[in-house]
């Protein structure tokens, strides 16, 4: 199975940044697809943004646009997530995750359609 690590997270203000990384090693995932998840104390997991490996077309939740952008290093099988303008509500342990192939039963914004999951890292947003 593909491992993945994320690393980048960590405390920061209201109103600023951090950038999480997911690194894969392991089988390759060149035809599907990297997606980021996130699960605060007491709430379910929910979709963050994914990110299709080939194509590079992006897919994001609501509560995220405009201040979260997703993108690839095809040759590294890296993925970032660059997360700007963080509310205290942002505050969750953030998980990537890969899906090998794109099938057509996938649907890209649910946690289960996915093959592999990292153990995430902590952002918390203080205010």
């Known amino acids: 199975q593909v491992q993945l690590v994320e690393s980048g997270g960590g405390l920061v203000q209201a109103g600023g940044s951090l950038r999480l990384s997911c690194a894969a090693s392991?089988?390759?995932?060149?035809?599907?697809?990297m997606g980021w998840f996130r699960q605060a104390p007491g709430k379910e997991r929910e979709f963050v943004a994914a990110?299709?490996?080939?194509?590079?077309?992006?897919y994001y939740a609501d509560f995220v646009k405009g201040r979260f952008t997703i993108s690839r290093d095809n040759a590294k099988n890296t993925g970032t997530l660059q997360m700007n303008s963080l509310k205290p509500e942002d505050t969750a342990a953030y998980y990537c995750?890969?899906?090998?192939?794109?099938?057509?039963?996938?649907?890209?914004?649910?946690?289960?359609?996915?093959?592999?999951w990292g153990q995430g890292t902590q952002v918390t947003v203080s205010s």
């Open positions: 392991g089988r390759t995932f060149s035809s599907g697809a």
């Open positions: 990110i299709t490996w080939n194509s590079g077309n992006t």
């Open positions: 995750a890969t899906k090998r192939a794109l099938l057509r039963t996938l649907d890209i914004r649910v946690g289960a359609d996915y093959d592999d």
